[in-house]
């Protein structure tokens, strides 16, 4: 296992070749899964020094080599196995903080708490979406085309890592998202939603975005600031 793959793999194995005795012909995926990686977080495989894709079959003998997204399996020429870029996430229901960095950030994040895995599984499938989740065995499932893993348990740098995972920095527009419902948001002139407004704000603002979805109305107020911070506290984890 090369690369931060490490990072699934029980800590006395780590850094180790990893041995396996299989009783019959098992598709490399398994073999892979079996020590504890999610499929999506490999990027390549090679197994005798020659790139597989995960349905080949090991029947003995075999020396795998397994490498994440990233530095470590660009260095080789072959095909990969994971997309490099996608912009649009679905989210399991402990990542709601990360969720709300996003979507700030101006990316598309399906998002329901109370949604089962069969239903996230689907909104990606149907929805073309990555699947985000600290769940392992949701990561494993076989229709999982594209997902991550995030390691930090802390929203920002979860967010950091997913930019840095599917190369979002280029593509990031922020305050163009409702944070409550992944809406887009559009402008709106003070006169058609003052009667919304509490009186400070009324007197303080004169720019607002309504969002297209649940109708909340944004505008540049503490909130935004507190945002804005966050953002470039994010920012400042990329070099430019
Ligand atoms: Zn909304």
């Not at 012909?25 to 995960?54: M, R, W």
């Not at 490099?84 to 700030?104: E, Q």
């Not at 085309?145 to 890592?161: F, H, I, M």
């Not at 400070?200 to 603002?205: A, D, E, S, V």
Request: proline letters at 4%; charged letters at 25%.
């Amino acid at each position: 296992m090369h690369g931060d793959l490490d990072f699934f793999i029980r800590s006395g194995a780590r850094g180790r070749t990893i041995e396996r005795s299989l009783s019959e012909k098992t598709s490399v995926k398994d073999v892979i899964e079996a020590c504890g990686v999610p499929h999506p977080e490999v990027d390549l495989i090679l197994v005798n020094g020659q790139p597989v894709d995960f349905g080949y079959g090991i029947v003995g003998g075999a020396a795998v080599e397994v490498y994440p997204v990233g530095k470590s399996s660009t260095q080789f020429k072959y095909k990969h196995l994971q997309v490099a870029t996608i912009i649009k996430f679905v989210a399991d229901g402990h990542l709601g903080r990360l969720v709300r960095n996003l979507r700030l950030l101006g990316f598309d994040v399906a998002y329901d708490p109370r949604a089962e895995d069969w239903q996230l599984l689907n909104t990606m499938e149907h929805e073309n979406r990555a699947l985000l989740t600290r769940d392992r065995r949701l990561l494993m499932h076989a229709v999982v085309k594209t997902g991550y893993y995030p390691r930090s348990q802390n929203a920002d740098e979860q967010t950091v890592e997913v930019i840095r995972r599917f190369d979002l920095l280029g593509s990031v527009a922020p305050f163009m998202r409702c944070l409550r419902c992944n809406a887009q948001l559009q402008k709106v002139s003070k006169t058609e939603i003052v009667e919304r407004l509490e009186p400070l704000t009324k007197i303080y603002y004169e720019q607002f975005q309504r969002c297209t979805g649940c109708g909340q109305i944004y505008w540049a107020g503490s909130h935004f600031s507190k945002l804005q911070k966050r953002l470039e506290q994010i920012r400042a984890n990329f070099p430019c």
